[in-house]
């Protein structure tokens, strides 16, 4: 993941997993750019040398495969698989890191050559030197899966200058350079596009398929591909700034922040694997003091079994790549999580509070009435209302710019103020303008005769000069995949609520469309907060659903703070912990449900490694248990949890 954001030309992979963050086990399969058959070849050159040897001793007798020629050969068998870990335990030690796993084989595998078993010897390092081998493949696939996901950008652009085509470095791009962009080509930078039309396929950043055609001057986004014609984009922004370098940078650092379970499991082996070490010991010597036959082989060899079987190996890999893989399925769904952590968290998650404007509802307001008082001209209202909408990024300033039409900038704005959930607020030629809800009204005195509370629409009240001006209905669809968000939140028995700013009728008409468990309308930023508090008050964990920049307290309140509309807003991607970017509420369950998925794999490898090292350690420790058990109990759970951990990856969720 280091190279994700570079712009220089891509080299082959180095693939590296590594469980330095204090678990003790520091584990690096620079694989540069072998092959697999290269990366397998000192296992395969082992195990033939071993077989021959097993048939030797075994099945084709003779008298020169006898004393230091049966020794040459299984150290020539040994090397290959053997040198490596015995390297990587000296620098080890050297660092520090006395007690890594490659000591703990280092000692098991040459403890056996010392008592005779030379097959058993080169048997356990070959095969820890296989499933090393798949280990780090498993890890780099997983690590690869969410890179090639996401590093979508090309590191040539062509942009027109002078009216010529000019392919130049994509880092070189300035603000305000024309880009060509011909069909099937990704876009490098964040623009605006210039040509009348053009269909882009936007899979990269939203999972979706769907082709979105954009018209002129709407934005278009880095790693989106041009579907038809050539397109023309206008470059307006940097391109270490583009939302998809955001993106990159969110995915980089999510493997950085782990997980409760995964911090424990790396404290765990930091403690345990220095404990088995001296029971080993205790294994070996104590039983002189109390068996009256004692052999000091026979525990030797005992002991060297239990600390094979010790090994954490299992533990300490499979469970990142199981948060890896959960990281990268969601990845492929268009939902990004800043980290394991959040896979864990939002598996537990009892409510989700959402917003309702463009979280369950389009967001796109039309404008269905609007209603002046005879005294005021019409027209001219509504010219003063779209010029100060014009100051705000909300929905509703679209739609009245869309209904009222060009916007005059001559006329002469003073003073303009925000007042959160209530409105705005300017001067006009010394008369005071306000526009927003009818709690604006009541918080400057504006007396109206205006039934509000029976108007189902979103109202827009106006007053100009300290008097009641009239208003404007607007209307949001809801979104089509909201009610089947709902259903699948009710069938993981998760509760919903909804709480929003706008009016209550209008949020209590969109809550029982969906069939959500409680809804509030008319409510401040502060008045979410109180009600997302009440809801914790319960002990009860809470997923927050909303744009992720007004809401940011009920975000940072929440349990997981989740953003919708990831391509958006860039603050939206800063704020939450989660961010669906596609704007699809149906995404909310499909996270909820990749996290229960990857909690339950990772616990069920946990459990899996406990269980089958538990009963070998005691078989090993009674003299029940050889190496070849040993083996199993260390590499073949390891590979077992791997194959389990993996299977994440390959799981529908939608």
Known sequence: MEECCSTKPKKKEQHTHDHSEGDG????????????????????????????????????KTEWFTGWVRLVWYLAAYAPVGLPVLKEAYESIIKGDVFSEFFLMGIATVGAFVI??????????????????????????????????LDQRPDEVTIIEASQPKTIKAKETKIGDIIQLKPGEKLALDGELMTESASFNTAALTGESKPDTKTKGEAV??????????????????????????????????????????????????????????????ICLLPYFFVDDYQFRDWLYRALIFLVISCPCALVISIPLGY????GAASRNGILFKGSNFLDSIAEIQ???????????????????????????????????NVLESKSTHPVATAIHNYAGEIDHSIPLENVEEIAGHGLKASVNGKELLVGNFKLMDKFNISYDTNHANIVYTLIAIAYDKKFAGYITIA????????????????????????????STVVKYVADQLGIDSAF?????????????????????????GDGVNDAPVVALSDVGIAMGGLGSDATIETADVVIQDDKPSKIPMAINIGKQTKKIVWQNIVLAFAVKAVVLVLGAGGLATMWEAVFADVGVAMLAILNAVRIQRMKFG
Do not use: C, W
């Open 25 to 60: 086990h520091d584990h690096s399969h620079d694989t540069g750019d072998k092959t697999p058959f290269q990366m397998f070849l000192p296992a395969i050159i082992s195990f033939v040398l071993l077989l021959i040897g097993i048939a030797l001793d075994n099945y084709i």
């Open 116 to 149: 005779g078993e030379y097959p058993e010897g080169v048997a356990v390092m070959l095969f820890y030197s296989v499933g090393e081998v798949f280990q780090g493949m498993a890890v780099s696939r997983a690590k690869g899966n969410i890179k090639a996901l």
């Open 221 to 282: 986004l880095a790693g989106m591909i041009n579907m038809n014609s050539i397109a023309l984009v206008k470059v307006n922004t940097a391109y270490e700034d583009s939302k998809l370098s955001k993106i990159l940078e969110l995915v980089q650092n999510a493997t950085a922040q782990k997980a409760p379970t995964e911090l424990f499991i790396r404290k765990f082996a930091k403690v345990y694997t220095p404990i088995v070490v001296f029971l080993a010991i205790g």
């Open 324 to 327: 890896f893989g959960g990281i």
């Open 351 to 385: 409510n989700v509070v959402m917003d309702k404007t463009g979280t369950m509802t389009e967001g796109v307001f039309k404008v269905q009435e609007v209603s002046i008082n005879p005294e005021f001209n019409k027209d001219e209202i509504l010219k003063l209302v």
């Open 476 to 503: 949001d669809s809801i979104k089509s995949d909201a009610k089947e968000t709902v259903d699948n939140l009710h069938r993981m028995g998760v509760k919903a609520t909804m709480l929003s700013g706008d009016k």
């Open 521 to 545: 309308g008319d409510l401040l930023p502060e008045d979410k907060v109180n009600k997302v508090k009440e809801i914790k008050a319960k002990s009860q964990t809470v997923a927050f659903v």
